[in-house]
């Protein structure tokens, strides 16, 4: 006895404009957003090496350079045992144990906006960046 397939295709049934159809939903509902989230934590990151003298308008290469000359280093946290501590931390020649900044993941609140969280250890203030409304 045959298998009927009730209401999966393959892909040999799938239409063309239901391709079309499918990646656009997904350039919108996926591949959108994550740009954005992307693009806020980037922004992020460069008002933290800014604040320490690195210009941020200038290629990889130099800033690299920069950070190297002003004794900034950036590694990125990524530990399963300790998820609430991802990001980025910044740290600078002068304070060896205590970092300058630390970057988090961008996540999203109730309303669909998406935040990324900025401690300033050595100022001793939290900043939250973004707020842009990324779903929706």
Same mark, same amino acid.
């Given at each position: 006895?045959?298998?009927?397939?009730?209401?999966?295709?393959?892909?040999?049934?799938?239409?063309?404009?239901?391709?079309?159809?499918?990646?656009?939903?997904?350039?919108?509902?996926?591949?959108?957003?994550?740009?954005?989230?992307?693009?806020?934590?980037?922004? =992020?990151?460069?008002?933290? $090496?800014? /604040?320490?003298? *690195? @210009?941020?308008?200038?290629? +990889?290469?130099?800033?690299?350079? &920069?950070?190297?000359?002003?004794?900034?280093?950036?590694?990125?946290?990524?530990?399963?045992?300790?998820?609430?501590?991802?990001?980025?931390?910044?740290?600078?020649?002068?304070?060896?144990?205590?970092?300058?900044?630390?970057?988090?993941? =961008?996540?999203?609140?109730? $309303?669909? /906006?998406?935040? *990324? @969280?900025?401690?300033?250890? +050595?100022?001793?203030?939290?900043? &939250?960046?973004?707020?842009?409304?990324?779903?929706?």
């Amino acid at each position: 006895m045959d298998k009927v397939n009730l209401g999966k295709k393959t892909v040999w049934q799938i239409s063309l404009d239901e391709i079309a159809h499918r990646e656009a939903l997904k350039e919108e509902l996926h591949d959108g957003p994550v740009k954005k989230a992307v693009f806020i934590l980037e922004a =992020a990151v460069d008002r933290v $090496l800014e /604040e320490l003298g *690195v @210009d941020t308008s200038k290629d +990889q290469a130099d800033q690299f350079m &920069q950070q190297w000359d002003l004794g900034v280093t950036v590694w990125e946290h990524d530990d399963e045992r300790a998820p609430q501590l991802n990001g980025f931390f910044f740290h600078t020649g002068y304070d060896a144990y205590t970092p300058y900044a630390w970057v988090g993941d =961008a996540r999203m609140n109730h $309303l669909g /906006e998406c935040l *990324v @969280d900025i401690q300033y250890f +050595q100022k001793g203030i939290l900043v &939250q960046s973004g707020g842009v409304k990324i779903l929706g």
